[in-house]
Every structure is written in structure tokens, then in C-alpha cells.
């Protein structure tokens, strides 16, 4: 059972907490000094021309290198994700091949059985928003579309 404390070791807990918070506050004022020094630093190294429109520079964005990809001889197209087509291609292939409208999340399986590669952790989202949005597409009832009427 949680041992219920008394206002004055509240109070002291409150004002310890207080005595924190103004510390970091203080200490985060320092610091954006230091940073706001620094940036000046960067940009007088870099220059006026450095910034679009003659600008300076409040920041330098990392510079990030090309990676190269190594690919075996004659697979071109067979490794690193590649996809047949456009998201909407694949899906107009898939109502097409369906007898019957079909619902979002059963076109977003059969879209990925279909082979269309993604790393979108809201894929399904997305298949419902192109399926709503594209005149391509034309909705039968709530999350249930065909192919729409040419």
C-alpha cells in the first residue's frame, strides 16, 4: 500500500522539482548561446553565397554520401525492391482480375501477393487513400471499390 505523504514533504518535493526545472532552464539558455554562436561561426566561414538568395546560413545540413549498390550481372531489375509498376497500375490489375468489388484491405493484400514491393508501415492507409482519390477507382459502398466506368 502507497505510504501517503504529508503537505510539507509535498511542499519540499515541489520546490526540489522547482529548483530542478530552473536549473535546466538555465542551463538550456546557456547552451542555445553556445549554439546561436556557433551557427554565426559556420556562417561567416561559409559565407554569403552559401544560403539561397545571399542569405546566411543559420545552419549547415549534413552532407550524406552516395551509397553504391552492387548488382549481379543479368538480374537488373529482379533485386533491390523494384517495383512492375505504379501503385495505381497495380491496383487497376488486381480489380480488373476481381469478379467482384472488392474492400480496401482485401485490394492491399492482394496487392502485396501481387508482388508490389513497399516498406510502408501504413501501406493499407495508403491503398485506401488511392482508392479514394483516384478517378480510376469508383467506391460501392463504405471501403468497397471497382474499377470505375472508362
Request: proline share 3%.
Amino acid at each position: 500500500m502507497p505510504r501517503v505523504k504529508s503537505i510539507a514533504q509535498l511542499r519540499r518535493e515541489l520546490s526540489a522539482t522547482q529548483g530542478r526545472l530552473t536549473a535546466l532552464r538555465s542551463r538550456r539558455a546557456k547552451v542555445t548561446r553556445e549554439l546561436v554562436k556557433l551557427d554565426r561561426q559556420i556562417a561567416s566561414l561559409e559565407g554569403p553565397s552559401a544560403a539561397p538568395g545571399g542569405k546566411q546560413a543559420t545552419k549547415a545540413a549534413p552532407k550524406r554520401k552516395a551509397r553504391t549498390v552492387k548488382r549481379a550481372k543479368g538480374k537488373a531489375g529482379k533485386r533491390g525492391g523494384r517495383r512492375a509498376g505504379s501503385l495505381v497500375q497495380v491496383i487497376q490489375g488486381v480489380l480488373a482480375k476481381a469478379s467482384k468489388p472488392m474492400q480496401a484491405k482485401a485490394v492491399t493484400d492482394a496487392v502485396l501477393a501481387a508482388g508490389y514491393k513497399t516498406k510502408d508501415k501504413s501501406f493499407k492507409a495508403t491503398v485506401a487513400q488511392t482508392l479514394a482519390k483516384d478517378a480510376a477507382f469508383a467506391r460501392v459502398t463504405r471501403g468497397v471499390y471497382k474499377l470505375a466506368a472508362k
